[in-house]
């Protein structure tokens, strides 16, 4: 079970999306240099299906929900990310810290996907040299088939 610490609307997470971001604690990757140490511990809130959509529900106008973390348990958060799909038309965004095996179940019920680990020398998304990579999902149910595009360069100003 995936816990919460909190929620906020933010407009930089995802391009274009004005996002429910929900901060999920019990961090296993422990990143050296994290802006968000205090993730690293298993507590909050548990994140049922009824608790988010209570979450969205209490946040008219959002496009987007966005999960920051969920490492721990990456089939809940897939369900998660499928009960999002299934009860709204809300578009869905998982900012994972590790670097992502692209046959991933889940990636079908998600629209954009941040992948890699916070490497303080490369920096964040905004950083012209990080590692991190955030990418569109595009799921083709007829086919079954999923393609990503890379739009890291986004977050960057030239």
């Given amino acids: ?12 997470e995802v391009p274009d999306e004005i996002t429910l971001a929900i ?6 990757n422990r990143c050296p240099g994290c802006h968000s140490p205090h993730l690293w511990e298993d507590s909050g809130t548990a994140l049922t299906e009824d608790n988010l959509m209570n979450l969205i529900s209490k946040n008219p106008g959002i ?7 969920g490492d721990a348990d990456p089939e809940y958060t897939a369900a998660l990310f499928k009960s999002v799909k299934k009860n709204t038309d809300l578009k869905t965004c ?5 670097d992502m095996d692209y046959g991933y179940e889940g990636l079908k019920y998600l629209d954009f996907i941040k992948t890699g ?6 920096g964040p998304l905004t950083s012209p040299v990080t590692n991190q990579r955030f990418h569109s ?14 739009i890291t360069f986004k977050f960057q100003r030239t």
Avoid: A, Q
Wanted: glycine content about 6%; charged content about 25%.
């Fill in 1 to 12: 079970m995936l816990k919460y610490i909190e929620t906020k609307v933010v407009l930089e």
């Fill in 117 to 122: 680990p916070y490497i303080k020398e490369k």
């Fill in 23 to 28: 901060n999920i604690s019990g961090c296993p």
């Fill in 63 to 69: 496009t987007c929900v966005c999960l920051l973390g």
């Fill in 137 to 150: 999902v595009c799921y083709d149910s007829t086919e079954d088939t999923i393609s990503l595009k890379d």
């Fill in 94 to 98: 998982w900012y994972s810290g590790r």
